[in-house]
């Protein structure tokens, strides 16, 4: 089991950018991809981007497309989200997600089922 900690949600204006970080630690040499998802109020978790641990292989969202970036930091298990021009569409809370799951080709690590670990949350609110 891998445990992740996430950090940086906040507050900011439409426009406006954040960046979310998350710390991995435990069983992280099994890790193949970590991802980020997001769920806003009354609406299901929906996948924001993920990356493979070893190639840095990266796919996005179309919804967050060109505006978030995700990379990660092997030497410290950690994994970023870097987002500019936020939306008030934006406002949900972010989860990181781990997996061990080995997958190859298109929509790979898109969907909540990929993934066996997870954080517990940052809160993102963009206002209009």
């Known amino acids: 089991q891998v445990q992740l900690v996430e950090s940086g949600g906040g507050s900011v204006q439409a426009g406006g950018s954040l960046s979310l970080s998350c710390a991995a630690s435990?069983?992280?040499?099994?890790?193949?991809?970590m991802g980020w998802f997001r769920q806003a109020p009354r609406k299901e978790r929906e996948f924001v981007a993920s990356i493979t641990w070893s190639g840095g292989s990266t796919n996005y969202a179309d919804s967050v497309m060109g505006r978030f970036t995700i990379a990660k930091d092997n030497a410290k298990n950690a994994v970023y989200l870097q987002m500019v021009n936020l939306k008030p569409e934006d406002t949900a809370v972010y989860y990181c997600?781990?997996?061990?799951?080995?997958?190859?080709?298109?929509?790979?690590?898109?969907?909540?089922?990929?993934?066996?670990?997870w954080g517990q949350g940052t809160q993102v609110t963009v206002s209009s």
């Open positions: 997600a781990a997996t061990n799951l080995y997958c190859a080709g298109s929509g790979c690590y898109e969907t909540v089922y990929d993934y066996d670990s």
């Open positions: 435990g069983r992280t040499f099994s890790t193949h991809a």
